[in-house]
């Protein structure tokens, strides 16, 4: 199994729909990250949390919430789907100390028609 | 800003042939890490060097960091067509816990 796995892997949904997209970790860290990718452009960094009890805006959260239901467990959430929100979403997660890498899920390709 | 800047945005070379990837970046750092992502796939962690470090190795992997020039380069020696993916550097400040990435250089290699 992968250590960070992201669910589903492609999802096609309606403008205004609700959707979510799922993270779960096996590494046993603390901290968790979600990301977007456009193309030419490089990784954005959406929300992320350093522990359960802990939430954090990162450059571009509006559209997106978050929900840590574990230390396991990271989702993100588009309230209201929009086409510019179609992009690549990864999830990745990193140890508590500061300077270790981090370790990305495969992805979520999401398209907003 | 403190993403890095990776240069040239597309490198394109034979097999066999050694590719070179800059970075630079404008915050004091703790780390520069350096990822490759496949097309359409997560990124993976290649190497990391410390601020304190000016040179490291991992395999066919050299990485190089000049912090009076904010500046980093990855040395991929003699390069496959698997290593055909995008890579990306990530400077990790003294404080911050979270990475920025900037747009990565795209590395083509032609058998």
């Known amino acids: 199994d992968a250590d960070v796995t992201q669910t589903p892997r492609n999802r096609i949904t309606k403008t205004g729909k609700r959707i979510m997209l799922e993270c779960s970790q096996t590494k046993g860290h603390d901290r968790m990250y979600w990301y977007r990718q456009d193309p030419g452009l490089g990784l954005r960094l959406i929300y992320y949390s350093f522990d359960v009890k802990d939430i954090n805006k990162g450059e571009i959260s509006d559209g997106y919430s978050v929900s840590r239901q574990a230390q396991a467990k990271f989702s993100l959430s588009l309230e209201s789907a929009i086409p510019n929100q179609t992009a690549l979403y990864f999830c990745?997660?990193?140890?508590?100390?500061?300077?270790?890498?981090?370790?990305f899920g495969s992805g979520t390709r999401l398209t907003v028609v | 800003s403190q993403q890095g800047e990776e240069d040239p945005q597309a490198l394109s070379i034979q097999e066999g042939e050694n590719a070179t990837m800059n970075c630079s970046y404008k915050t004091s750092i703790n780390n520069l890490q350096w990822y490759r992502q496949n097309s359409g796939r997560g990124l993976v962690h290649l190497i990391l060097?410390?601020?304190?470090?000016r040179e490291k190795h991992s395999g066919r992997l050299r990485v190089t960091l000049d912090t009076s020039k904010k500046s980093s380069s990855l040395l991929i020696t003699a390069s496959r067509a698997a290593d055909t993916a995008s890579y990306f550097c990530a400077p990790r400040g003294s404080t911050l816990g979270r990475l920025y990435f900037g747009r990565g250089t795209q590395l083509t290699v032609w058998p």
């Open positions: 060097i410390r601020s304190n470090e």
């Open positions: 990745a997660t990193s140890d508590t100390d500061r300077i270790g890498g981090y370790t």
